[in-house]
């Protein structure tokens, strides 16, 4: 079982970076599909990033593709979104997932862990 814990959210203007981190607990973290995904009041959990085991695959949803990547450290056993050019509309709380395949998906369910979120703002 891993544990996760997000880091990096705040309050930021329109235009704006944030990275955000994951630090997972366990030794099989390497072994493990990460994703990211963000949850905006009234809405629905949405997929944002997945990225494979080792780092060689990635996906985005349309809305942040060319202005977040997601990125790991399995020596650290962290994963990163990089958000760049913040718009108001990705405000959300973060969250960080993995499951137990290696590769990565943009269904919440097929994930196993979730951290417990990191709130991001982007103000007008």
């Known amino acids: 079982q891993v544990q996760l814990v997000e880091s990096g959210g705040g309050l930021v203007q329109a235009g704006d970076s944030l990275r955000l981190s994951c630090a997972a607990s366990?030794?099989?973290?390497?072994?493990?599909?990460m994703g990211w995904f963000r949850q905006a009041p009234g809405k629905e959990r949405e997929f944002v990033a997945t990225?494979?085991?080792?780092?060689?695959?990635?996906h985005y949803v349309d809305s942040v593709k060319d202005r977040f990547t997601i990125s790991r450290d399995n020596a650290k056993n962290t994963v990163y979104l990089q958000m760049n050019n913040l718009k108001p509309e990705d405000t959300a709380v973060y969250y960080c997932?993995?499951?137990?395949?290696?590769?990565?998906?943009?269904?919440?369910?097929?994930?196993?862990?979730w951290g417990q979120g990191t709130q991001v703002t982007v103000s007008s």
């Open positions: 997932a993995a499951r137990t395949n290696p590769y990565g998906s943009s269904v919440p369910s097929d994930y196993t862990n």
């Open positions: 366990g030794r099989t973290f390497s072994r493990y599909g």
């Open positions: 990225i494979t085991w080792n780092g060689g695959g990635t």
